[in-house]
């Protein structure tokens, strides 16, 4: 597997996809063979010898004994291997390493065991997706990526176990040499960049060098689409720099870590004819607003590859703006902290209808079929935590139904045992027997007052359309996120927006009103009419308030490669942020 051609490679998986079903049952044996034994599973399965076991007989016997799990019951086994305890409590195997999910999801960073399957299942990842890319796109052999990818910080528990997210432990794994020299594509970026720790030094590098083997630049990518567009934000400041750096062959002031000064420097050379070449596109450009900058500067690209579906989408309006309109924007595979899921096999396809090839290798699936209720009648009182879906008992892999939506629960290689992973798909369809899916949004509700009840995908709907008339007048909605106030009475929910250009205040209050009737939930209609939900507050902040909210969580352990932006907050690290940054306030009065 790990020396694979591409033809390899789609072999493989269409084997394990026509045999899903079966593959999924002997992925859960080996999955339990391998941590027989292991205090957690001792529970449930003490006496039962899985070796024995026939795959088929004791994948139901695993479903009908161990229960469903939150990070929350698997935490207090996480923390013990974290302190340094060395019994095996969730794999036979040592752990020595975990991850940190991004944790800007649910606000809270989390501990998810890491171990070498972790790596390698990446790797067979983008091994698999470029096989499936290079049908569509070919690539030079041999050519560069400019990769805007960035190393965490990462510590040391008491138990002396390494800390850091699962990109980070990926990048500085031997499996990321790997792919390089595997898919013959090599990252224009030293190591020394992108693990300098500090971001806006490894952006500013990743450009320097990103310009300087610019003719050799197949492709753009990211891990989510907001890192490419936050990157170029940036050369929008640093451009300058950047050109004097190509033309002497030196490098800024600004660049002070002295591993990256030498790296670079040992790389770069001057190149007056690039750089004069790169300085007049780029006068020009900033006068049109940066409109098609990536294939202005990077000619040879074949497209820009980033995940743009879910929390991504508001920033695809920016990126196609800046990569110009020829340029394909193809969408990066699912996965998470806690294990990859299903990879793109259809490239070329728009984002709005992705969809992801489940690899029945990477862990067991199971899948939760949720139905969304029609009355609020089922709906416990108290807001906060009450959910917004009716769910029926998990189904395995090979009994999902096209057009369903279903939460994902994982049983993974790194010890966790039927763990409510918390995103919503649907299934649009299969691939031989392995479903595809449609990514829809993270599961928990984040705005909620009473019973009314909003996902993540709801709240971006109605920013959607509420931003309307802000761009019918040419601005821009840079970020935004929402915080529902329950402290005043009525409760409300507030929405702050980072814009971009002149807008009259006629045209927030007008965004301001529309965004409010644009939330559809029955729950929310009905509060609404009755006021025991308070007019919605738009609250415009200062440019760079969103920048300085990942500088927060970066500052905090998490990383620009697996940064979102929190959607909903309740922080209140961050409602101060946003409450000091606030410079235009806007209440929508009358409801429809
Ligand atoms: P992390 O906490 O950084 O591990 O983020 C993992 C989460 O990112 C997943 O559980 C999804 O909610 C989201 N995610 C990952 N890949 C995709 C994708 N291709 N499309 C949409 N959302 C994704």
Redesign the pocket.
Same mark, same amino acid.
């Given at each position: 597997m790990d020396t694979c051609s591409s033809d390899d490679m789609m072999s493989w998986f269409e084997e394990l996809a026509m045999n899903a079903g079966s593959v999924q049952n002997e992925t859960l044996k080996r999955i339990l063979e391998m941590n027989h034994g292991v205090e957690y599973l001792e529970q449930w399965l003490g006496d039962v010898d899985v070796h024995d076991m026939d795959a088929e007989a004791l994948q139901s016997l695993y479903r009908s004994v161990v229960p469903l799990a939150s990070h929350a019951d698997l935490d207090p086994y996480i923390q013990r291997i974290a302190e340094g305890e060395t019994t095996p409590l969730l794999t036979k195997q040592p752990i020595t390493t975990l991850s940190l999910?991004? *944790?800007t #999801?649910e606000g809270r960073q989390k501990y998810v065991p890491y171990t070498s399957h972790s790596s390698k299942t990446t790797l067979q990842t983008f091994k698999l997706a470029a096989a499936y890319r290079s049908r569509v796109y070919p690539t030079k052999e041999g050519g560069k990526i400019l990769e805007f990818i960035y190393g965490s910080k990462q510590f040391k528990t008491k138990g002396r176990l390494s800390v850091g #997210?699962?990109t980070t432990h990926y990048f500085a794994s031997p499996e990321f040499k790997l792919k390089q020299q595997q898919t013959k594509s090599f990252t224009c970026s030293p190591h020394e960049v992108i693990f300098s720790g500090d971001y806006k030094q490894s952006t500013y590098c990743h450009f320097l060098l990103g310009l300087f083997y610019s003719p050799q630049v197949e492709f753009i990518t990211s891990t989510f689409a907001y890192g490419i567009v936050q990157a170029l934000a940036l050369f929008e400041d640093y451009w300058r720099e950047i050109c004097n750096d190509l033309y002497n062959g030196t490098l800024s002031p600004r660049i002070t870590i002295p591993g990256i000064r030498a790296s670079v420097l040992g790389l770069i050379k001057p190149n007056p004819c690039l750089a004069t070449w790169v300085s007049s596109q780029c006068a020009e450009l900033e006068g049109s607003g940066w409109c098609g900058l990536i294939s202005k500067m990077w000619p040879n690209a074949k497209y820009v590859y980033s995940?743009m #579906?879910?929390?991504?989408q508001p920033y695809l309006e920016k990126l196609r703006h800046y990569s110009g309109d020829h340029l394909p924007l193809v969408?990066?595979?699912? *996965?998470?902290?806690?294990s990859w899921i299903g990879v793109n096999m259809d490239p070329s396809s728009a984002f709005e209808n992705v969809t992801?090839t489940v690899v029945p290798t990477f862990s067991y699936f199971e899948f939760i079929p949720l139905h969304r209720p029609l009355s609020d009648a089922v709906v416990g009182a108290g807001g906060a935590t009450c959910d917004d879906y009716i769910e029926d008992d998990p189904v395995p892999l090979s009994d999902v139904k096209i057009g369903q939506q279903y939460e994902i629960v994982l049983t993974t290689f790194t010890g966790l045992y039927r763990y409510r992973? *918390?995103?919503v798909v649907e299934v649009a369809g299969f691939y031989q027997r392995s479903p595809k899916l449609k990514?829809l949004c993270?599961r928990k509700l984040i705005l909620t007052i009473n019973i009314d009840k909003n996902t993540e995908n709801d709240l971006q709907l109605a920013v959607q359309k509420g931003s309307q008339p802000l761009i019918n007048s040419g601005a821009e909605l840079v970020d935004f996120t929402s915080h529902a106030d329950t402290k005043n009475q009525p409760g409300h929910y507030v929405i702050y927006w980072e814009i971009k250009g002149e807008v009259n205040e006629h045209v927030l209050a007008r965004c301001c009103k529309e965004m409010d009737a644009a939330f559809v939930d029955h729950g929310y209609v009905v509060s609404r009419k009755t006021n025991s939900i308070g007019p919605l507050e738009l609250c415009i902040v200062e440019r760079g308030t969103f920048r300085k909210i990942m500088e927060h969580f970066i500052g905090n352990g998490a990383t620009m490669s697996?940064f979102?932006t929190p959607r909903c907050t309740s922080n209140k690290v961050l409602l101060k942020i946003l409450s000091l940054c606030t410079v235009k306030r806007f209440r929508s009065t009358a409801y429809k």
């Amino acid at each position: 597997m790990d020396t694979c051609s591409s033809d390899d490679m789609m072999s493989w998986f269409e084997e394990l996809a026509m045999n899903a079903g079966s593959v999924q049952n002997e992925t859960l044996k080996r999955i339990l063979e391998m941590n027989h034994g292991v205090e957690y599973l001792e529970q449930w399965l003490g006496d039962v010898d899985v070796h024995d076991m026939d795959a088929e007989a004791l994948q139901s016997l695993y479903r009908s004994v161990v229960p469903l799990a939150s990070h929350a019951d698997l935490d207090p086994y996480i923390q013990r291997i974290a302190e340094g305890e060395t019994t095996p409590l969730l794999t036979k195997q040592p752990i020595t390493t975990l991850s940190l999910s991004s *944790g800007t #999801t649910e606000g809270r960073q989390k501990y998810v065991p890491y171990t070498s399957h972790s790596s390698k299942t990446t790797l067979q990842t983008f091994k698999l997706a470029a096989a499936y890319r290079s049908r569509v796109y070919p690539t030079k052999e041999g050519g560069k990526i400019l990769e805007f990818i960035y190393g965490s910080k990462q510590f040391k528990t008491k138990g002396r176990l390494s800390v850091g #997210t699962a990109t980070t432990h990926y990048f500085a794994s031997p499996e990321f040499k790997l792919k390089q020299q595997q898919t013959k594509s090599f990252t224009c970026s030293p190591h020394e960049v992108i693990f300098s720790g500090d971001y806006k030094q490894s952006t500013y590098c990743h450009f320097l060098l990103g310009l300087f083997y610019s003719p050799q630049v197949e492709f753009i990518t990211s891990t989510f689409a907001y890192g490419i567009v936050q990157a170029l934000a940036l050369f929008e400041d640093y451009w300058r720099e950047i050109c004097n750096d190509l033309y002497n062959g030196t490098l800024s002031p600004r660049i002070t870590i002295p591993g990256i000064r030498a790296s670079v420097l040992g790389l770069i050379k001057p190149n007056p004819c690039l750089a004069t070449w790169v300085s007049s596109q780029c006068a020009e450009l900033e006068g049109s607003g940066w409109c098609g900058l990536i294939s202005k500067m990077w000619p040879n690209a074949k497209y820009v590859y980033s995940i743009m #579906t879910g929390s991504m989408q508001p920033y695809l309006e920016k990126l196609r703006h800046y990569s110009g309109d020829h340029l394909p924007l193809v969408s990066v595979e699912y *996965g998470s902290t806690e294990s990859w899921i299903g990879v793109n096999m259809d490239p070329s396809s728009a984002f709005e209808n992705v969809t992801f090839t489940v690899v029945p290798t990477f862990s067991y699936f199971e899948f939760i079929p949720l139905h969304r209720p029609l009355s609020d009648a089922v709906v416990g009182a108290g807001g906060a935590t009450c959910d917004d879906y009716i769910e029926d008992d998990p189904v395995p892999l090979s009994d999902v139904k096209i057009g369903q939506q279903y939460e994902i629960v994982l049983t993974t290689f790194t010890g966790l045992y039927r763990y409510r992973l *918390g995103d919503v798909v649907e299934v649009a369809g299969f691939y031989q027997r392995s479903p595809k899916l449609k990514f829809l949004c993270r599961r928990k509700l984040i705005l909620t007052i009473n019973i009314d009840k909003n996902t993540e995908n709801d709240l971006q709907l109605a920013v959607q359309k509420g931003s309307q008339p802000l761009i019918n007048s040419g601005a821009e909605l840079v970020d935004f996120t929402s915080h529902a106030d329950t402290k005043n009475q009525p409760g409300h929910y507030v929405i702050y927006w980072e814009i971009k250009g002149e807008v009259n205040e006629h045209v927030l209050a007008r965004c301001c009103k529309e965004m409010d009737a644009a939330f559809v939930d029955h729950g929310y209609v009905v509060s609404r009419k009755t006021n025991s939900i308070g007019p919605l507050e738009l609250c415009i902040v200062e440019r760079g308030t969103f920048r300085k909210i990942m500088e927060h969580f970066i500052g905090n352990g998490a990383t620009m490669s697996q940064f979102k932006t929190p959607r909903c907050t309740s922080n209140k690290v961050l409602l101060k942020i946003l409450s000091l940054c606030t410079v235009k306030r806007f209440r929508s009065t009358a409801y429809k």
